[in-house]
Antibody, heavy 119, light 106 residues
Framework: EVQLLESGGGLVQPGGSLRLSCAAS????????MNWVRQAPGKGLEWVSG????????NYADSLLGRFSIYRDNSKDTLYLQVNILRAEDTAVYFC????????????WGQGTLVTVSS | SYGLIQPLTVSVALGQTARIICGGD??????VHWYQQKTGQAPVLVIY???NRPSGIPERFSGSYSGSSSTLTISRAQAGDEADYYC?????????FGGGTRLTVL
């Protein structure tokens, strides 16, 4: 059974940093691209970033202004998102989601981890 | 940047057919994916590449293209279909979601 389990969310002050993790199981992790999608309270889905199966290719939403970094450790079947210089508008549930490759649908999603940016 | 437009809300009577439209520039040339998200839950893929249904998704869910839009059709709507629905495409190696449509089953 495919499972994705996010962790690392919490309350952080503006300007702070967090590292989010997504532990994968039930499939060959390195064969799949992975993505982060966020959802602010009461708002729609917003794609944040994606990474290829090997980790050699990454892409980001333009709105992030270089503050986020996606990477993966295929030996640990884990995806990460380093989030820096956090702002109130980064408050959201962050989901990880699997896709076969770029262009493919997100066929499995985790349950999400909540990041709250507030002083 | 590429944009997808969805109606904020769609209502359907129990047992009737709901249609949710997703509009975008030359959308018929893109693979449109559709997700269902119930309150407090993660999204679930219900249609991929415009017309395909993943295993486990009821046949009542179908997708199509017409003109400048992609349409998600839910036949014989049930109370359990109440949710937010999002369309999604890839554009220049980035992902674009529509704003989402809240489906209400009356």
């Amino acid at each position: 059974e495919v499972q994705l389990l996010e962790s690392g969310g919490g309350l952080v002050q503006p300007g702070g940093s967090l590292r989010l993790s997504c532990a994968a199981s039930g499939f060959m992790f390195s064969n799949y691209a992975m993505n982060w999608v966020r959802q602010a309270p009461g708002k729609g889905l917003e794609w944040v970033s994606g990474i290829s199966g090997s980790g050699g290719s990454t892409n980001y939403a333009d709105s992030l202004l270089g503050r986020f970094s996606i990477y993966r450790d295929n030996s640990k079947d884990t995806l990460y998102l380093q989030v820096n210089i956090l702002r109130a508008e980064d408050t959201a549930v962050y989901f990880c989601a699997r896709s076969d490759d770029y262009g493919d649908p997100f066929d499995y999603w985790g349950q999400g981890t909540l990041v709250t940016v507030s002083s | 940047s590429y944009g997808l437009i969805q109606p904020l809300t769609v209502s359907v009577a129990l047992g009737q057919t709901a249609r949710i439209i997703c509009g975008g520039d030359n959308i018929v040339s893109k693979n449109v994916h559709w997700y269902q998200q119930k309150t407090g839950q993660a999204p679930v893929l219900v249609i991929y590449r415009g017309v395909n249904r993943p295993s486990g998704i009821p046949e009542r869910f179908s997708g199509s293209y017409s003109g400048s839009s992609s349409t998600l059709t839910i036949s014989r709507a049930q109370a359990g279909d109440e949710a937010d629905y999002y369309c999604q495409v890839w554009d220049s190696s980035t992902v674009v979601f529509g704003g989402g449509t809240r489906l209400t089953v009356l």
